[in-house]
């Protein structure tokens, strides 16, 4: 009898915890100042970056629509020098020193540096003189974000140098409040900025984290452990496909209990719309002019994210498919994928026409067919074919193994004759897609071994030859990655024919038979 009672204390229990751990949620506190510096040049002899300064805006902003900071407390410094980062920062603490109560000061850079400076438009400033003026900054909360390195890769480095980025470690002085320091990759890696994603690596990702992205716990708003975790995952995912890889590293000394909240995607009032994605799958968002506007993955299905007003396409990546997406976000509005109409596209469909990640896709097929007469009495033999085949934009190459075997008499005695076939070819053609066919159009070569067995007392004989012919084809999708192809055309065949006589060869001749091919059956793309 007393169980009820004990379950509802237990649960009431559970709930003031719950409750408690929400309230410890360190959220930027109202003084918050964000000092963005991005500079696309460093010094002289350094390749110039394109997205540095972007970087900075995206951050700034994103701190200003969903993480509460004023616009007057954000400042963008874009392509300073190093006495103008000073300044910022000595301005930010004047302004510091006549607030009371929490506060906060936010500094991120984006641009070129070294094991010790920034590189800052031909100045140059010491990283060590930068973390001692934030960790003696007023602020009680202080983060320090810095995406900068340089070496080689595919993607435009950051600096051209080969010296390792920041080794950050954050010093516990004893009367630091907290400080928490994100860097976009070890010590010896290269930090990397992309074409495609018009920005860098990490701070593509770290800002699409904070639009929500990053909210691995469903509560609506994203702490600086989720934005960094998701940050470090995606830069480690998009900087795999370069030659370097990036690891984002994470260095906190925070005093208190919960966690620091840097932005709220999810808080009513807001001038963006939302966004719910589909699956926990690669998400591209883009706008009306075809320009990537976010690479998202998020690590639970349906999270959402918070975008400005404007038209957009967005594709989901799915396992077999590309799903896509149009839609008009407005001010406030709350989109859900799963209740839009969408469009799919296959990976190979893609691949043929220069999109998506991959650079070809390779399928396996079996199909049965005949194939027209090239040793008289044989008649039209059918065969059966087993095909390895690789999508790319421009051709699929395909390499099968043919076989087949017929029983015919001889024309003198009507003796059993069995006639087997062997063939080993390539093949290469172009794929047309349409709407509900894609139609091919190549050629093919192929080597076969012939051998002829006879029931009486002739002797067996085996000869060599070489097929050269057209290919044409028709595919149409039946389920996923598998689809039901047909495929015909003129072959001819280069082959040496022994006369016979008395039942002995009399001679041997060169020949070439023209005849035709068809097979049917199903291609699997994996």
């Given amino acids: 009898m007393q169980r009820p009672p004990v379950r509802v204390g237990l649960a009431s229990g559970l709930a003031l915890l719950l409750l408690l751990w929400a309230a410890t949620a360190m959220a930027l ?43 007057g407390r954000i ?30 000061l936010v500094v991120f850079y984006s641009g070129h540096a070294d094991a010790h400076t920034l590189h800052l438009g031909g100045t140059r400033l010491a990283f060590a003189d930068l973390r001692g003026r934030i960790e003696a900054s007023r602020a009680t ?21 080969r010296a390792p980025t920041f080794a950050v470690e954050v010093e516990d002085g004893g009367a630091s409040e907290g400080m928490a320091v994100i860097t976009s990759s070890t ?30 716990d469903e509560d609506g708003v994203v702490s600086l452990d989720e934005a960094y975790a998701y940050s470090y995952a995606e830069t480690l995912r998009s900087s795999g496909r370069t030659m370097t890889l990036q690891h984002p590293t994470y260095n906190v000394d925070l005093k208190g209990k919960g966690q620091v909240v840097l932005t709220r995607p999810a808080r009513p009032g807001s001038r963006l719309g939302r966004v719910e994605l589909g699956q926990a799958v690669v998400h591209l968002v883009s706008g009306p002019d ?75 097929s079996l199909l049965g067919g005949a194939r027209g007469e090239i040793v008289p009495g044989d008649g039209a033999t059918g065969h059966l074919v087993l095909g390895y085949g690789l999508d790319t934009r421009w051709l699929t190459a395909g390499v099968r193994l043919r ?39 190549g050629v093919a070569l192929e080597g076969m071994l012939h051998s002829q067995t006879f029931a009486d007392d002739e002797p067996d004989r085996r000869a060599g ?46 020949e070439a038979v023209l005849t035709w091919w068809s097979s049917g059956g199903l291609k699997w793309r994996l």
């Fill in 29 to 71: 506190p109202e003084q918050t100042w964000v000092l963005a510096i991005g500079n696309n040049f460093g010094d002289p002899d350094e390749i110039g970056l394109r997205y540095a300064e972007r970087d900075a805006r995206e951050f700034a902003d994103v701190l200003h629509q969903l993480g509460g900071v004023p616009a």
């Fill in 75 to 104: 400042r963008v410094l874009a392509d300073g020098s190093a006495e103008a980062v000073v300044e910022a920062l000595d301005e930010i603490e004047r302004r510091l020193a006549e607030t009371a109560g929490p506060s906060a």
């Fill in 141 to 161: 909360l202080r983060l320090l974000i810095v995406d900068a390195c340089g070496s080689g890769g595919v993607s435009r480095v950051k600096g051209v140098t």
């Fill in 187 to 216: 010590a010896n890696e290269s930090s990397q900025e992309s074409d495609r994603l018009q920005a860098s690596f990490f701070s593509h990702h770290l800002v699409n984290g904070l639009r929500g992205a990053a909210d691995a």
């Fill in 290 to 364: 075809g320009a990537l506007v976010a690479e998202l993955h998020p690590g639970r299905p349906r999270a959402e994210v918070a975008l400005p007003a404007r038209r957009y396409r967005v594709q989901e990546r799915l396992p077999r498919v590309y799903r896509q997406y149009a839609f008009e976000l407005r001010p406030g509005q709350r989109l859900a994928l799963a209740d839009l109409d969408a469009s799919e596209l296959r990976y190979d469909r893609l691949v043929r026409k220069g999109g998506g990640v991959d650079r070809a896709i390779h399928g396996l």
């Fill in 403 to 441: 076989g087949t075997r017929a029983v015919s008499r001889t024309p003198i005695g009507g003796a059993e004759r069995i006639h087997s076939e062997l063939g080993l070819g390539l093949t290469a053609e172009h794929i047309v897609d349409t709407a509900w066919l894609s139609l091919s159009f």
């Fill in 465 to 510: 030859a070489l097929g050269v012919g057209a290919l044409f084809a028709l595919e149409r999708v039946l389920w996923r990655g598998i689809s039901l192809r047909l495929e015909a055309g003129p072959t001819t065949t280069l082959l040496r024919r022994a006369a016979v006589a008395g039942g002995a060869i009399t001679s041997v001749a060169d």
